[in-house]
């Protein structure tokens, strides 16, 4: 059996290092704080409200929603990124997406002051990612990836490392902070001939498709360390990730490591949305 890398350890160090650092901003008389746009009421938008400002409380963050109709104009919406803009009481903001179809998700995500796009949505916070120039923050799910892997101390550079999955908001972000890490790294799509092979051939893997249980035995070899990221439910509703885990742990072996579906990557993406928010905070003391 592969060692499971749970995110529980991540996320309570991750808060022990944030109390300290909530702390000490109080004292020079700075409450980070987190706005939360929400347009309309999406059920998984409510529910990660939820674990955010449960998470935030926690930690001593405080949170102002924004809740916007699910009608709203561009220009409503708008107007409301230009007020999170203006308030420098507020360090970070997160925005819910996807967006309404009728609304232009790239240009609200754009209009967002990079110092405050803490989720790594805007051009603005990406070219920070893909130059190492800039202002702004990495998408907080990518992020989640390198703060397992640093706490668990997965060895990074010099190591072969496959991506599947080249969006914006995982693949693509991930991929760059591995390199970044001096990781040789090959990112994987759907046209990519024989994936199978790609993976096996990596000693870092992160599976980022959305596609349940896709990636089977072939795609795995002893002691590799496999990072999840999907999130996804089968036919009978049980919440599973990209990997069909049960192969994965056979072929992985004791050497090897995985994160599991849940208890992995998810809960780490939230706190590192808050360690965003006291890096924002602290940026401005």
Do not use: W
Request: hydrophobic content about 45%; some cysteine; glycine content about 10%.
């Amino acid at each position: 059996m592969p060692t499971l890398l749970l995110g529980k350890p991540v996320t309570d160090a991750i808060a022990a290092d944030l109390r300290g650092r909530v702390e000490a901003l109080a004292e020079r008389g700075v409450a980070p704080t987190l706005a939360i746009v929400r347009v309309g009421e999406r059920p998984d938008d409510m529910s990660y409200e939820r674990t955010a400002l449960k998470r935030a409380e926690s930690l001593g963050i405080a949170v102002r929603r924004i809740v916007l109709s699910a009608d709203v104009s561009q220009a409503g919406l708008m107007d409301a990124i230009s007020q999170v803009n203006a308030d420098e009481s507020i360090h970070g903001c997160l925005m819910f997406r996807p967006l309404p179809a009728h609304l232009d998700e790239q240009a609200a995500c754009d209009a967002l002051d990079p110092r405050k796009d803490v989720d790594g949505a805007g051009l603005g916070s990406l070219a920070r990612v893909f130059s190492g120039r800039g202002e702004g923050f990495a998408p907080c799910t990518a992020t989640a990836c390198l703060e397992m892997l640093d706490h668990y101390g997965t060895e990074i550079a010099g190591k072969r490392a496959a991506v599947v999955g080249r969006s914006l908001v995982i693949g693509r972000p991930v991929a760059m902070l591995l390199m970044e890490r001096n990781a040789t790294v090959t990112l994987c799509h759907s046209r990519t001939d024989d994936v199978a092979a790609a993976i096996r051939d990596a000693d870092i893997v992160v599976l980022a498709t959305g596609r349940a249980r896709a990636y089977g035995a072939k795609c795995f070899r002893t002691g590799q360390t496999v990072l999840d990221v999907g999130i996804n439910f089968d036919a009978a509703g049980v919440m599973c990730g990209d990997a069909d885990f049960d192969a994965a742990c056979d072929m992985l072996g004791e050497e090897g490591a995985i994160t599991p579906v849940p208890r992995g990557i998810g809960g780490v993406t939230t706190s590192v949305l808050m360690k965003h928010v006291v890096e924002a905070a602290e940026a401005t003391v």
